[in-house]
């Protein structure tokens, strides 16, 4: 069987033949690489790492998904690989947030 002299965008040539990246990495010039941290590629065959949305983090390389932040947590942007703590006199109750909340007058977080 012969192979082939290259192979489509996200695929790797392989000694079988090509063959898809692994999802939480992307495929270059017929090379795999994994995805950087606050990035993710949720399938097979990614020509690209997409960045995770605001709320979202990504704590190391080769990530197939993203984590929301917990509460209590933010993250502010897309692509990035921790969640922040709300500062004094703010809060987050729910979780995948993309900012804190200041707290009402009279009351502390």
């Known amino acids: 069987m012969a192979l082939p002299a290259s ?8 000694l079988s033949g090509c063959a898809q990246v692994a999802a939480g990495h992307y495929a270059r010039e017929e090379r795999s690489y994994p995805c ?7 399938r097979e065959g990614m020509r690209a790492c997409d960045a995770c ?9 080769g990530a197939a998904t993203c984590e929301e932040c917990a509460p209590g947590t933010y993250s502010g942007s897309a692509g990035r690989r921790a969640c922040s703590a709300c500062a004094p006199g703010r ?8 900012a804190c909340e200041p707290c009402a007058a009279g009351t502390y977080a």
Request: glycine share 12%; hydrophobic share 35%; with cysteine.
């Open 36 to 42: 950087s941290e606050g990035f993710f590629a949720p």
């Open 53 to 61: 949305p605001a709320g979202k983090v990504s704590r190391s390389e």
């Open 7 to 14: 192979c489509a965008e996200g695929e790797l040539l392989t």
């Open 91 to 98: 809060f987050q109750h729910a979780a995948g947030r993309s």
